[in-house]
């Protein structure tokens, strides 16, 4: 071992005892990086990949041997609200809207499924309006994948979908609640329904108690807004009427170019990358350069099956591939993500000036090109 507890990639690589993975990844707190519900869904090859992966990020290693264990495949970038942080609600986004295939997505959790830890699949749009997501959270679930969607449940379902899509297999269900009355709700959540979204929480708590589902964890969320800040400790209140497993009240990101009145008083709920913010933040200032955790990490597909190194970005011209004509595995170790990682080592590698060589982790810096005036990045 190292001294600072990391051992040697060889070894890493050579071992198959998973306590003996699962101990290096404790002893280094690796596991920060994944959610704690996910955790039991580890076998060796994933476990495996996992400290490889995030032994290479700490040794800023280019061209990496693991794979992404956090992936992000967008159901579709259509939604039916208009928040106007959002590119899609806002109706500033470049990308054609269309709905993710399953054969499409089939292939990647294929291609995925012994390495990924993480499948969130949501982005930039409602992922309920893809009427084939319970087909994909089963087949995801038939693979031993944990899976995350974040609804903003202000439709109105068929009847026994919100049954079938709690017995599909999904993991954990987030839902951001802005406002706990219409009036607080609709001035960031425009064109929702609260009330709609009040009785499909009803439903889906009458639904796991009636079938004594453990699984969807029921996560709601309320981010922390100037509008809806004096609701905040009456929010908790409101969703333990739910029987949520996790409430959270969470911290926006804005476009700091165009700030109009969104941050909340609080300077403990701000972001302390943003002026006036004193809340903890993994992002880059002027003065410090942070290295980016994504490059390592995760990947983002979109609905067409194009690519984006992190979750921020909504812009055609940012892609790093797409899976429809490609491998993950190719695209993890392209031009374009060497180039990015190296952004945060030496520097010597950097062939391509990506969005993450713009970026540089400084993802809450007024200098960088936003789509429209959203907190969305764009070359």
Not at 223 to 252: G, S, T, V, W
Request: hydrophobic share 30%.
């Amino acid at each position: 071992m190292k001294s600072n507890n990391l051992p040697e990639l060889d070894i890493v690589k050579a071992s198959n005892d998973f306590d003996f993975l699962k101990k290096i990844a404790v002893e280094n707190n690796f596991f920060k990086y994944l959610n704690k519900y996910a955790l039991p869904t580890l076998n060796l090859s994933k476990l495996k990949n996992f400290v490889i992966s995030c032994i290479e990020e700490k040794e800023f290693k280019t061209n990496l041997t693991s794979r992404p264990y956090h992936i992000i495949v967008d159901p579709t970038n259509a939604c039916n609200l208009g928040c106007p942080l959002c590119p899609t609600g806002a109706g500033q986004s470049q990308r054609i809207k269309g709905i993710l295939k399953f054969d499409v997505f089939k292939k990647i959790i294929d291609e995925v499924e012994d390495y990924c830890i993480e499948l969130h699949l949501y982005n930039w749009g409602e992922p309920t309006l893809n009427k084939n997501l319970v087909q994909m959270l089963n087949y995801a679930k038939s693979k031993n994948i944990w899976t995350r969607i974040s609804s903003n449940l202000s439709l109105k379902y068929k009847e026994n979908y919100l049954e079938q899509l709690l017995k599909s297999g999904l993991s954990l269900l987030h839902v951001d609640i802005d406002g706990i009355d219409q009036e607080v709700y609709s001035k960031y959540r425009k064109k929702g329904d609260l009330n709609i979204v009040i009785e499909n929480l009803k439903t889906i708590k009458e639904i796991k108690i009636k079938n004594n589902l453990k699984e969807p964890i029921i996560e709601l969320a309320m981010l922390a807004m100037k509008q809806n800040e004096h609701q905040h400790k009456d929010f908790y209140k409101f969703a333990k009427e739910f029987d949520a497993n996790e409430i959270n009240i969470d911290k926006i990101q804005h476009n700091p170019n165009m700030d109009e009145g969104w941050l909340p008083s609080n300077p403990e709920l701000i972001y302390k990358t943003y002026e006036g913010g004193e809340a903890s933040s993994n992002s880059s200032t002027e003065q410090k350069i942070k290295q980016c955790h994504w490059p390592w990490s995760g990947i983002v597909v979109n609905w067409d099956g194009s690519t984006n190194p992190c979750c921020i970005i909504d812009d055609p011209k940012s892609d790093f591939g797409n899976v429809k004509g490609s491998s993950i595995e190719k695209i993890w170790n392209s031009s374009e993500y060497i180039s990015s990682r190296s952004e945060f080592g030496d520097k010597k590698e950097i062939t391509k000036n990506t969005i993450c060589n713009i970026c540089k982790n400084q993802t809450h810096s007024k200098r960088l090109s936003r789509v429209g005036k959203t907190f969305a990045i764009k070359l």
